[in-house]
DNA sequence: GACGAATTTAACCGCACGGTTCATTGTCAG
DNA sequence: CTGACAATGAACCGTGCGGTTAAATTCGTC
């Protein structure tokens, strides 16, 4: 039985305990942030103990950059999942919009995250990162659409990859991360389902129109999608 | 004497106080969050004493909620400086998006008060309104604004001032909300002087773009602008 | 100048909470 | 069986920190 020098040596295996406090431990961090968040919360929520957390994970800050990390990698395998190749680069930059919009939209937890992280400068991020030495999330999908865009001639030449991303992520992201102060402000309308086409829409149209080079040809988009 | 029944009875008067508490308080709340902040700190930064912060403000939260009502009252007197009278719409328009994203940029503790706010899912926003009544932000300008781009018949039958006011705070939102973990991940090219002025030209662009019934007539804004 | 109200200080309290100690149990190698 | 060690539980500890007590000081009033 050496081959199993890793796995299941005790009656419940060390991962599953470990992968069960992340899982508890996200949702309470990204409920409450890093210093409102209580280790005993955590633990009441777990099948395991208070003692175990910090056997595992030796001290709070740690689990937090843990939970950090676990969620960067869970979203950036989610939206390993799309797929644009194929597609004409104006059609496949909606497409990501669109994806965007959604996937964010569906990972209220991954933005809360992240809202935590920005209020600590992203300190924990930069400490992952000099760590790993390596970054936590690539922009390859909006890249590749900006070469195929610039070469096909349908984009600006001033567009950059980064920037778009940037455009695409304040849309999604706020939609998200403001939706509390914002709906206690101006009310909820918007974030039900027809506000939220509404808002998908014009977030699509605004970032199209600010790439394309001929923006005018925008509607040919949206007619194709009905047609 | 009896004209100053309430100014200045005391050696140092209580309003100064009161707004010194609430200038560090500020600070710190927007610093390290509602849980992070410790009252004895916030004391350090004032001329009197972690016991008169309670005699003042009653406990925390009603400190934090004091900071983000003074806070809010602040932030609105500025955006009331905003003079578009007289401006066609789609320039008036163009003038407040380019004011928006400028003023979020020179109020980032406000910023960060409503990114924890929304951590709290604007609960004591929530609370301030009921107590008070009355909303704390209102878009006077963008409707307006809206009115008359649609009486002109050059923004599109369908747009909505809620909608328009999401678009606008979105980017200039986002824009000091998430540079610390945008920088952390892509650099920080887009937030030194050239790259906000990239981002703002695409953000007003975008915007007016997913508004004018007429995209193509874009360009003529921004040439007004160089010629 | 004495009374009462407003303002301030210093010292204190209780406990929540991050983190630890120590002893125990389960598992495997030899 | 036994020694070594990973995994666990219960009980504990130190202190940071929100909030309070009680008494002193300053001021307006009569």
Partial sequence: MEKETKSRRWKQNPEAVKSDILRVARSEFARKGLSGTRIEDIAAGTKTSKRMIFYYFGDKESLYEAVLEDCYAEVRAGEAELDLEGLAPDRALKTLIEFTFDHHRRNPEFIRLVMIENIHEARHLDRMERLHGQNLRAIGAVEK??????????????????????QIS??????VANRATFASNFGSALFEPAGQALLKDAAVR??????????????????????
């Fill in 145 to 166: 659409i900006c070469e195929a865009g610039l070469a096909a001639g349908l984009f600006r030449e001033d567009v950059s990859p980064v920037a778009l991303h940037w």
């Fill in 206 to 227: 605004g970032i199209l129109c600010s790439v394309l080079s001929q923006p005018e040809r925008i509607d040919t988009l949206f007619q194709r999608d009905q047609g």
């Fill in 170 to 175: 304040a849309f999604s992201f706020f939609n």
